[in-house]
């Protein structure tokens, strides 16, 4: 079955890059996701990347997939106080039509 | 645009009780997904609903859960007889179509004491 793992927590000083990784084992996941979390609230989609694709630039977001390893990373550069949340990696199934998450990263970023 | 809307956004309730739980999916979007998250299973899907056809129900933990939705918009979950363990937030996504990414409402706290 499919299994998605990510590290607990992670901690950066503001205006260091962050990297927060994750591996998954499902190779027909079709995209992939990185969703915010902040305290109290729902799940916000960050960014994603299709499965043919190997980076994807969004501002100050980079996700890197290496296919052949099952590895997803999320660099954040830059990284602000406002950036302090849980960071869940997600694969969607070959339907699309459901994610499986990691157990979340916590971002912790000190002034 | 407005968002996924669930409501309530917290139920505390008796355990052996009823609950429903309400999503409005972002207007348009066909895919209604439901998860569950909670300290110690993490993020879980329960159900998917695509438009008219018979949702994938594969997730749903026991047969105390159900969820319909009607008119192809607002979905209902419903717990019944509810355990302790039900405790947990309850997340509701809508997507596009199920290719498409998922956008996540804001959750329905639940607790059962």
């Known amino acids: 079955g499919e299994d998605v793992e990510q590290s607990l927590f992670l901690s950066v000083r503001e205006g260091d890059s962050s990297v927060i990784n994750c591996t998954y084992t499902?190779?027909?996941?079709?995209?992939l996701y990185w969703y915010k979390q902040e305290p109290g609230a729902g799940l916000q989609l960050l960014t994603y990347i299709f499965s043919n694709m190997d980076m994807k630039q969004d501002q100050r977001l980079t996700v890197l997939l290496n296919k052949k390893d099952k590895h997803l990373s999320l660099r954040i550069a830059d990284t602000q106080t406002g950036d302090s949340a849980i960071y869940f990696c997600a694969e969607s199934n070959n339907a699309g039509n459901m994610l499986t998450f990691g157990g979340g990263t916590r971002l912790m970023v000190k002034p | 645009g407005a968002g996924v809307s669930q409501s309530p956004s917290n139920k505390v309730t008796e355990k052996g009780k009823d609950v429903e739980l309400r999503c409005d999916p972002i207007?348009?979007?066909?895919?209604l997904y439901w998860y569950r998250q909670s300290l110690g299973q993490g993020l879980e899907f329960l159900i998917y609903?695509?438009?008219?056809?018979?949702?994938?129900k594969s997730g749903l933990p026991s047969d105390r859960f159900s969820a319909e939705r009607t008119g192809g918009s607002v979905s209902t979950l419903t717990i019944q007889r509810t355990q302790q363990e039900d405790s947990a937030v309850y997340l509701c996504a809508s997507s596009l179509s199920p290719s498409y990414e998922q956008y996540f409402g804001p959750g329905t706290r639940l607790t059962v004491t």
């Open positions: 207007s348009g979007h066909t895919a």
């Open positions: 609903f695509q438009g008219n056809s018979a949702p994938d």
């Open positions: 499902d190779s027909s996941s079709t995209y």
